[in-house]
């Protein structure tokens, strides 16, 4: 059983968050159904309240669980958005990223989440990928280093991808990792990602 | 001022529904700033009622508008998911798309939500996409030509995708047809939209 909780809060991306959490869902659905049914991983989203969330794009998601109480984490995953300008100076959440994090065997961003995990610890003295328009912002806090053209980063157990849409394929490169490429790969034929942005330069 | 109506029920796919809702909200962020901040455009999820919906990865989200109460729509699109086998009998949203469709401009669906636009009449005698494990028996219930090869299809003002994640890029396509290849390619750049599927075969 492996849990991941992806933190919530006003103002996160609405895609940071449902695109890794559609290929964490369709790989526990797929592991799950290779188990005769029987729940293998879960992803939980993780808030300081358990009221609707905002994210920045408005859509109006529930939390699954608070800071206070929630099951223990095997991984965490941390959105970007504008919101983060916010969450910065949160310190209920950057406290508890601070305490979680070091439990975890995978901390994970998306786009401008990676700034939370500064502020919070995980990502000093790393190396880790953000939205391209914050690299410099970013690099501009000092004791991180951005790595600017990779779509995702992993240095030891963080792993932070580029802006929005790179969750996706962040979080189908973590489930290859954790339970082999063969898995990741049929959770990209069942999500059938085989992307054609259309009006390519 | 432009407003899609995203229907939504339980046991839609989360990211048939998030994927398009960002690329419009991202949209209508650039567009509302050309604008003078201005709001120009605007999704709506619309349900029965106004409780969470229940998607089918388990993300809990909050509708804005319901079927008897919401703003008039310019667009309408559809998700797919595992919901729509109950939903295909369910007279309420059936007649909601039967009486809805022929108002809109575009008449809209990801995966598996052709399905519920066969049942109400708007994809009957049309070229569509679906979810490559649906594609048979969609054709299988007649009245409809299903291309297997395209990510998605345009047939008059009905555009359906393949699934799941080709909500996305239909979408951009979507807000190209509308405000131009330049506006599209400027919403896909604020996503970061430059996928990098890991574990390519």
Redesign the interface.
């Known amino acids: 059983m492996t849990t991941t909780g992806i933190v919530i809060f006003d103002g996160a ?3 940071d ?3 890794p ?2 290929v ?3 790989s526990a ?1 797929l592991r799950s159904a290779a188990h005769g049914g029987q729940e293998v991983d879960r ?1 939980v ?1 993780v808030a300081d309240s358990l009221g ?1 969330v905002r994210c ?7 939390p ?1 669980a608070t800071f206070d109480s929630h099951p223990v984490l095997d991984d965490v995953l941390v959105p970007g958005g504008i919101g983060t300008r916010t969450e910065v100076g949160n310190p209920r959440l950057i406290d508890w990223l601070r305490r979680t994090a070091p439990g975890c065997r995978w901390v994970t961003s998306v ?1 401008t989440g990676v700034l939370l995990l500064h502020e919070a610890g995980p990502a000093r003295g790393r190396s880790v990928a953000t ?2 328009s914050f690299e410099d912002q970013l690099e501009a806090r000092g004791d991180v280093t951005v790595v600017r053209d990779r ?1 995702w980063v992993v240095d030891g157990n963080l792993v932070t991808s ?5 969750g ?2 962040m979080a ?2 973590l489930v ?1 990792e954790r339970y082999g ?1 063969e898995h ?2 049929a959770v ?12 390519q ?1």
């Not at 580029?162 to 790179?166: D, E, M, P």
């Not at 990209?188 to 009006?199: F, N």
């Open positions: 991306e609405d895609l968050i449902v695109g959490w559609e964490l869902g369709v659905a992803a989203l609707p920045a794009q408005g859509l109006r998601v529930l699954d786009c939205h391209w779509r580029q802006g929005v849409s790179a996706i394929d189908l490169w290859g490429v990741s790969r990209r034929r069942q999500m059938q990602y085989d992307p054609e942005p259309p009006y330069d």
